[in-house]
């Protein structure tokens, strides 16, 4: 399985955060895509997952600003946050579960 | 949420010789159908994390026997038998047994 992703890397205080990461060599069935991110120097944070049917499970933290969707005509999941701060400045990374991830996207939120 | 602590936080290894972190839970890492969700990954320098070990012990597709994880509970241990240059990154321990999903705080690894 391969994943790539894409989005806006530079983006002002309240404005919105999407992201989309691509499956290749992968059937959507049956597993949990996710996203995490890590600030720069620190650890890493689970933001969300959804599955097939579209079910979702979100970190109660980011949970009001954050939506999830998936595309599985495209093989596709995204990532929508609202309200950015600069706190929100981190490498998101799309993943298949916690065992494969993207290459990561550096998002940086600035005036 | 679960908190993970992870010690040491960084680690100078003489290549050849073996390493270890621990990762300790402030809750059971055990789920109610008896597996325990305790995961390890390395992230080497500029790359997104790759999963080590799943599952307390269970070595991820394509890992090296060089990695092996063990404990139970709350306290748990990634041991390096062997350090290679290939080794060096920071090892993050994460808990998959209730939602939101949480890391340790990593342990940088460096070769002397």
């Known amino acids: 399985v391969q994943l790539q992703q894409w989005g806006a890397g530079l983006l002002k205080p309240s404005e919105t955060l999407s992201l989309t990461c691509a499956v290749y060599?992968?059937?959507?069935?049956?597993?949990?895509w996710s996203w995490f991110r890590q600030p720069p120097g620190k650890s890493l944070e689970w933001i969300g997952e959804?599955?097939?049917?579209?079910?979702?499970n979100k970190n109660p933290s980011l949970k009001s600003r954050v939506s999830l969707s998936i595309d599985t005509s495209k093989t596709q999941f995204s990532l929508m946050m609202t309200s950015l701060t600069a706190a929100d400045t981190a490498v998101y990374f799309c993943a298949k579960g916690v065992s494969r991830w993207g290459p990561g996207t550096l998002v940086v939120v600035s005036a | 949420d679960i908190v993970l602590t992870q010690n040491p936080v960084s680690l100078s290894v003489t290549p050849g010789q073996p390493a270890s972190i621990s990762c300790k839970s402030s809750q059971s890492l055990v789920h109610g159908n008896g597996n325990t969700y305790l995961y390890w990954f390395l992230q080497r320098p500029g790359q997104s994390p790759q999963l080590l070990i799943y599952e307390v012990s269970r070595l991820f597709t394509g890992v090296s026997d060089r990695f092996s994880g063990s404990g139970s509970g709350t306290d748990f241990t990634l041991m390096i038998s062997r350090v290679e240059a290939e080794d060096v990154g920071v090892y993050y321990c994460?808990?998959?047994?209730?939602?939101?999903?949480?890391f340790g705080g990593g342990t940088r690894v460096d070769i002397e």
């Open positions: 959804i599955n097939q049917a579209a079910n979702t």
């Open positions: 060599g992968e059937s959507f069935t049956d597993y949990y």
């Open positions: 994460m808990q998959g047994v209730s939602l939101p999903l949480t």
